[in-house]
């Protein structure tokens, strides 16, 4: 061995040490910063109340791991997620803890993980920005997959699809049969920012009067208000809205897109692949059918068969 090559195996051996410390992106560190922009202040009515910045907001529960998936899932720990806290039937913060189909499924997930989950409430606008930023490691909240958001996060599932319907006031008293009816302008319709809702609204109905907040209670109270006559979204969303509603709304029942629902998770992550076994073995073992008609089979009469996944790089 010559002289400049065995000066060169030490300079070598610590500068590998440099490079290996310098590649454990630990995204850890970036945790605590919770800053959540574009997080529903889009309130263009008037209503006032669009603290939605769900900072501070949330609720930890113990899910103990109920067996074991095989999926090589991180042991231990806390899985911070977040969800709607005032979609009835999908996620609603009661006392109690967070209820429906979102976080049941949130909380199986992260029972199967052998971690404990911590719910914080997101609303439409501010999914994408929570994955990004480190508030939540993933997202159950009526989450539609598409290209677009598919570019920022990924996806597990899809775990449900929805289709976006219309609710009115009871009677349907302006006549509204389709997405159709929402555009000649004088039906004022509302929806939510950031949401497949509105861009669905904006790009088939491009002469509607609309009027957003940032999330859909805010919409069905503008209705009962008198304030709007129509309000869009995805139809189990307005399922339950209509549900809570005692008779004053109902949906036209005329759906006019498809909303598979996905599990965000911040892009390039592990969790999507271990996301899509533990989804796998609930569609299987009849754990998604049992949550399904304990959440949402309150007011759908049919439990569908589950979506199949997509493993895609899996
Ligand atoms: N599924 C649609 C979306 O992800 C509408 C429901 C929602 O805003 O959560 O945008």
């Known amino acids: 061995m010559s002289r400049s090559i065995r000066l060169l195996i030490p300079l070598l051996a610590a500068f590998s040490v440099v490079l290996a410390a310098c590649g454990s992106d630990d ?14 202040d889009t309130d263009t009515t008037a209503s006032g109340d669009t603290d939605t910045t769900a900072s501070g907001d949330s609720e930890t529960t113990d899910s103990s791991a109920d067996g074991s998936d095989g999926a090589a899932a991180p042991a231990g720990g806390t899985l911070k997620v977040g969800t709607k806290y005032d979609q009835p039937l999908f996620g609603v913060n009661e006392p109690d803890g967070v209820v429906g189909f979102d976080a049941d499924i ?15 409430e997101a ?9 990004e930023n480190g508030t939540v490691d993933m997202v159950v909240a009526t989450y539609t997959i ?12 899809p775990y449900y699809v929805a289709g976006q319907d219309i609710m009115v006031v009871a009677g349907n008293p302006k006549g509204i049969t389709g997405i159709e009816s929402l555009n000649s302008g004088d039906i004022a ?25 940032d999330a859909y209670t805010k919409c069905a109270d503008a209705m009962g208000q008198g304030r709007v006559d129509a309000v869009t979204t995805d139809n189990v969303i307005l399922l339950g809205l209509a549900a809570e509603s005692d008779g004053a709304y109902e949906l036209v029942e005329n759906p ?31 754990t998604w059918a049992q949550i399904y008609q304990d959440t949402v089979g309150a007011v759908a009469s049919e439990t569908p068969d589950p979506p199949a996944l997509n493993n895609e790089g899996c």
Do not use: H, K
Request: proline fraction near 4%.
């Open 27 to 40: 995204d850890s560190t970036d945790a605590g910063d919770t800053e959540t922009t574009a997080s529903g």
């Open 106 to 120: 949130a909380r199986y997930i992260a029972g199967e993980l052998g971690m404990e989950v911590e719910f914080q």
């Open 123 to 131: 609303v439409s606008a501010n999914r994408e920005p929570f994955l």
């Open 146 to 157: 598409n290209d677009e958001r598919d570019e920022i996060v990924d996806f597990a599932g």
């Open 189 to 213: 319709t509302c929806s939510v920012e950031g949401s497949t809702s509105l861009d669905n609204l904006n790009e088939m109905a491009p002469d509607a009067d609309v009027t957003t907040f």
């Open 256 to 286: 006019f897109t498809e909303e598979p629902y996905g599990i965000g998770v911040p892009e390039g992550s592990e969790l999507r692949c271990q996301i899509n076994v533990i989804l796998q073995t609930m569609y299987d073992d009849g």
